[in-house]
Structures are given as C-alpha cells and as structure tokens.
C-alpha cells in the first residue's frame, strides 16, 4: 500500500465535521477503495473550545489555516472556511504554493477567483477540487468534467440553491406570503448569514459560472451572469403560475448562443408536471445537455452535512487514487473569456401588474405590448375589491427580454400601473 | 503533448459507429480535455462492406477481433460487439494480456465473468471500463464507484431497461395489451436479438449485479439475483394499478440486509407520483443511496447511439488522463463472495386473481391469506360478465414473500382459482 494521504480540515462546521467522521468511521473502505489510508493531521476553526460531538485531540491545532495549509504533515488541505476572500483564499494560495493539494466548498472563492487559482494550481501541479461548491451531495463537477467528456456540452440548467427551493414551495404549500416564509426559514438556519447570498440568487449565481466554465471551456464569468433573486415573488405570483400550470423555480440556465454565453440566474415558470417543477423543498436538481448524450438529470440534497461531506470526500478520494486533471477540465491557460449574451433567445413571458380602476386601462397595456412586438398568448383579469389594484396576468407568446423590457417601460408611462410588473420567463424544458 | 492514445474499435453497429463519430467530430475538444490526441488505429466488424454513413478507410481493418486487441498500434481495445462469452470475451483476454487497456460496454460479459476478467486486467495493471454497460449516457458507474466513493453504499435501485419501460408506458398510455406492444417494439428494432433478455429481466439483471458488486465491495452474482420479467403483466394489471395510484415498473433493488445481499429484478409496484413511477419510456433511472449522501437519482437515455457512445467516451477520456482505479472500485481479490438473500425484508403486495363464480370463493382466498399471516389492506372485486372469471384484487399489509408463496398455495389447493395469481411487490421509495 502506498503511503497515507494526510488531510490538514479548516473550517469545522457542520461540513467539517461531517468529513471528519466520515473519514474516521469508513476508514477501512476508503482505504480498501482508494489504496491509501487517509489521515487527519492537523485542523483549524475559530473556536477551539467548542463542542462538537467528537474528539479532535488526536489531530494538531493550528489557530491559523495558513498554517494549516503549510505544515509538513498535510499532504492535502481541506478548506471548508467559506468567503470569497480572506482567509480562505489565503490559505488556499498558502496550500498551493507550498505543494498541497486542495480540496474545498467554497463556491464563492472560486466564482471570483476561480481561474487565478486555477493557474497556480496547474502551474504547481497540484489538484484544486471542489465537488462541494456546487448541488451538495450531487456529484455534478465529475459528471460534466469526466461523465460527459465526450460530449460537446449545449446546455446546463437547474435548480441549485436549497434555501430558495424551499422557500418557494413552502409559500405554494403553506399559502404563505414571502416575507413569512422568508422569516420562518431564517429562524430555522436555513440561510446564509447574508440572506442575501441565498435569495438574491448570488449563491446559486456563483455555482452556475463555475458549471459553465466547465460546461463551455470559458473563464469563470460570474459578472456575465444576467441575476434577479426571488425577493419580488408574490404568493399571487406562485397562485397565479399555479392557475396556468406552472411552479416557479429560481431557475439557472447557461448556454452557447450565436452571440456569445448566455447566462441566466432568474425566477422562472416551469410546467408542473417537468421533473424541474416538480422539485420540493431544499432538493436540487441540474440538468446536463451534450450533443451525445442528449439530457442527464442529477437529483440530490444540496447541502446538509452528509451530502456536503460526501462530496468532499469523493474528491479526497480521487486524490488518494492519483487522479489528475486541469481544475476545470481543460488548462486554465486555454480558457477562453466569455462573451456575454444576455437573453438573446426568444422566450414567452408571464407579467403579473396592477392596473388602476380607470377604463381604458387595459387597453393601454395591450396597446404597449403590441407596439413592442410582443403578442398576448394567454389574458386573465381577476376580480377584485374597489379599493384595489386590478390584477392582470398575461403570459405572452415568445418574444425577446429586449421587447418586453421596451413594452414594460411604455406601460409605466401610461400611469394605468398602481405598480412595477413583475416579469418571469416561461421554460419549457 | 503526451503521445496519442490509439484505439481499436471492434463492432460497429450503431454504438460502434457513435464512437467513431465523436473520436472525428471532437477530436480538438477530446485533445484540450485529455492533453492528449485520441485517435483509431484500426476497426472489426462482421461485414466489412456495408454502408455505415463514415468512410473507415482512414483505418487498418482487422476481421479477427482478438488480432485487432493485440495490434501494435492499439493501446485501447473497445470492445463494442457483445455476447457474453466468444469473440467478446476471447477479445478482451487477448487485449489484456497483450497489456491493452479495454472498455466494453458488455453487460452479459461482465456480470458474467467480472471477477476472472478484473482479476486479469488488475494482474496487468491495465484498465477495464464499463460505464456504457448500465444505464446507456448515465455516468452511473462512475458516479457510484468515484462520487459517491466515501459512502457506505446502503441501496441501489432502479430502472435499468429502456425497452421493459417502453413496453410498460406503451400499454398504459395506448391501452394496449402486451402482445400487442411487444410485436409493435420488437418490429421498432426496441428488443434484442433474443427478446427474451429484455422482456425476461436477464438485461437489466446483468446491469444490477454489475451495480451491486460496486455498491457492496461483493464479486458480481448475477445467479443470487430474484429474476422475474414483465411477460405476465397484463393491462388489467396496468389499468388496477393506476386505480390505485400506482405505475408497474421492472424494477432493480440491491440492499445489504442482516441475512445477506438481497438483489431483485422484478416488476413492481411503485407511487405514480414518485420519480419512478413517473419515467416515460426508453428513459432510464438509477435511485444511489448512501449514509452520508441520502439519495441521488440520476436520470437519462438508457441506449442510443449518442448517449452509449457518450458514456464509451467517458471511459476513453479517464483513461487517456492516466486515471486507474480498481474494475470494481476495489481490488477484484478483495471482493467478499455474496451471501444472496431473497426478499427477506417484508414489503406490501399486489395480488390479483381470477376467482371461479361460486359461493364462498373470496372467503377461501381470505382464509388463505389469514392463515399464512398476509393481512389485507384493500381488496376490490370488479363486475364481470356471466361467463368470466371474477377479477379480485388485493393489497396486502407488508408481509414476506415466503408467507405470501403459503397464501398462493393454499389458495391454489382451493379450486377456486380460475388462473395463477399474479402477485407484485409495492415499492414505497
């Protein structure tokens, strides 16, 4: 057997102690499958006295994952910190420079600095992985860069953020509004420390550059990424795609077109009875599309410490083994940059708007999106009390973001909106 | 550059010929990919003058495939012709022992000389990969024995025949019978030469004993697999399922149970609404349960062209990135023999029989059950015509399947049987 391979853990979160255990109880299968011990040498975390529900007096303690990263006894440093700078992009460096191999979660990091790191890992001939920055337990990252390697990959797709799934079907099953659901998961912990990250889909953003630098041979482009988080969905708006036949998913999609990478990170209606839409609760799913392979669905848990461990560890695992390959798939020196390409594929949209009680007012709105280009498929008025808006719905045959976008802001000229529209567009998948 | 990796292709039907496809139509990606030229040095197929749409001149053309495995100028075999022991398997010793590494995409071979042939090929420290052998484009055999590599495995399921499938969702959809759907898919060209291997299970039980050898660290037993086709699934039994709520799929399980490894391929019962229960078609889905992961499904084309070769490729690319691991995840010496342990984990049952028109007839057939401890959860008895048999149905509360083998014979002592019970297992996921 050859020699151990020897980890150095920052971060002992949930996470953290989800690949300590795991490397601790399944010691004799890792072993048996990689043909290698591994080892835990030394770990690192803010608090040293915390309880964690096991031991970690067999492994040094280094204050510092610098340190960490760059002892003698690490053949592999294991960051679980988080954060795209700081500390975890420090040690990471730290590791690189000094011969480790890295493995970490932090999607963040690598949305940012993804190709800089990239290059030092692949100038120093060191593996940089991390399974476990995106879709959690799912092993997504093997499955475009090594699954599918044959294939000339067309379009990536999913639902990659937990916390926004659950939200979503939460306020469709509960009846609940936004902000109550938003406030119950918050309570649960079920949220990034910034909110922010999860429902402003920048979390889920940061995951679908690193999918498509993979997916199109492209630079990490998270910039290029056309973004709406889910703040603006409405219960109305879940009921109303309800009525019609569709859930609402925050719905990431990438995707070579004519005029470059599309990327989309948005709220979206999805048919219900699509596997997307039929997705409950902190589940994910990512769909892969290749010119060979034609559709690959991955369902799985996107966080939790077991499935976030377990991901962690397949590429502890492929490291152990000797495997080798370019961070994200092909050298990172032949990368190409993206050209970003916002919405340039034709789509039908869903508009939900208020209109003040005046009569004429429909009219006006028709009249906009006529002169816009963009034709109605499909028309509801609700009823409603004097005193209210009256809401309309309008799911529109397809028509670019550009046309809808001029139709939206002549409406908001006509003064007949008691409020902004809200516009998602419609997936078929 | 490293050198090229060189392959020869023996066979060259539609899987063959996709693999060719991509080798010429990708060669640049497969280059930046890998680091390394994929090229084919030389082909074997039985007819060397039929059209295949691709000129093959550019290659040596062998007539023996075990001359072609043992080419100078081949350093992968691909062995693309099938059958689980002749020209297959003399090929791909011969490749061995020439020191080539071999991808096949042969079930039969594999589950049923596995442990021989990965024994060979780990003596030569050579690679033999097989993720076109399950599962069509799904990257389930790396998925399982690389992403899920830090899971104790604790199920694997699923559907794992794209033509039982059709077969099944053709009847329910078209209201057809199973005579009729399967002359209408074997006329399609959707069955095997010996149909027998798809309708009769033997197909997709090669593919579960290969996913349990990976699973459970067990040398492949495809002979410990309860093995049941879907040739007694009629559409009364499809049409009283989905009155119930429920799809029939040939389903594959594999489980570690106390008594040993349980391993079935048999149609079942399953919640219409569960992703199972909702595959259309020759659609595939493999259900990976992990302790650490929870669940993962993974869902795709489970043949083609495309998709197969895609998966062919996948294994061409890790090897020509110098990956070696294990044939079954773990060195073939150290898989334990299966202990095959049938059903012993109780389930709920269909059960649905023809009952003879006379007094007391359902009171036997309930005593029967009593008797053998099976109790009843719902029983519904349909109108019939004078002369036929009374249709009976029942959905038993979870028993075994030996107490439910009692019941059966009794009741077939009875005489009020007017044909053989059909009984399924009802799969909760």
Redesign the interface.
Known sequence: MSQPLRLGIAGLGTVGM?VVR?VRQ?AA??S????RDITISAVSARSRDKDRGISLSDYAWETDPVALAKRDDVDLFVELMGGEDGPAKDATEAAIAAGKHVVTANKAMLAMHGQTLAEQAEAAGRALRF?AAVAG???VI??LT???????ITRVMGVMNGSCNYILTRMETAGLSYQDVFAEADGLGYLEADPQLDVGGIDAAHKLAILSSIAF?TRVDFAGIELEGIERISIEDIRAAADMGFKIKLLGVAQKTGRGLEQRMQPCLVPDTS?LG?LQGGTNMIVLE????????????GA?A??T??????D???IA?????PVF???AT?LEAATPALSVLPAPYYLRMGLVDKPGALAKVAKALGEAGVSIERMRQYGHADAEAAQVLIVTHKTTRASLNVAVEAMEGTGVLAQAPVALRIEHL
């Open positions: 989800g795991i399944q299968l890792l048996a499958r990689t043909g399974e337990g799912i092993p093997k499955v090594e699954g599918l390697a044959g294939n000339g041979g596997p039929q290749g010119d060979a392979v034609e559709q690959i669905v991955l369902r799985g848990p939790g077991g499935p461990a377990s991901a962690v560890m397949a502890v695992c492929d083994r000797g495997f080798s390959l798939g092909q050298p032949t």
